[in-house]
């Protein structure tokens, strides 16, 4: 439950109604007798929800819904964010740091070396760190992906 109020307020949810969101998040993995880092199926959800339909109105149930739903989210971002952090592999490291020494080399300014490691960056997200893998499968190694071209800017003259 750690971090998810100031979730809901990066997520422009009414100040007013962020007590209830966690209220309904709390009742449900109470019922469902769950740890607040567990994911929650929709099975599971589906069948909360028909329990507090008993005695709540309908839009109360839909609120207990959203914040589910919402709850969720910040679950799977926060697990995103955590596998990214701890599975940043060697071979990415090395990529950045050659990158950069390239660019500063070749004289380029700061601000299109931060462009350009951004997109090696966005790039390592999009493959999920798994460079070694994609790099043998398309036949790259540590000095290969110089004249495989992995970097356009490498050919460049100044």
Not at 41 to 51: C, M, W
Not at 103 to 128: A, D, I, P
Request: glycine share 6%.
């Amino acid at each position: 439950m750690e971090g998810f109020e100031e979730f809901l307020r990066k997520s422009q949810v009414r100040e007013k109604y962020i007590p209830y969101y966690v209220r309904w998040v709390t009742k449900c993995y109470g019922f469902l007798e769950k740890k607040f880092n567990d994911r929650v199926d929709t099975f599971q959800k589906d069948r909360f929800l028909e329990h507090i339909a008993r005695k709540h109105e309908e839009w109360q149930v839909k609120q207990a819904d959203y914040a589910i739903k919402l709850y969720q989210y910040f679950l799977s971002s926060k697990e995103k964010a955590d596998d990214v952090q701890a599975s940043f592999p060697e071979a990415w490291d090395w990529l950045i740091e050659e990158a950069s020494r390239l660019l500063r080399f070749k004289h380029r300014s700061y601000r299109t070396e931060k462009t350009y490691l951004g997109w090696v960056r966005r790039f390592g997200e999009f493959l999920n760190y798994k460079v070694s893998q994609w790099w043998q499968e398309v036949g790259i190694d540590s000095e290969g992906a110089w004249s495989y071209g992995f970097f356009p800017w490498r050919g460049e003259s100044s």
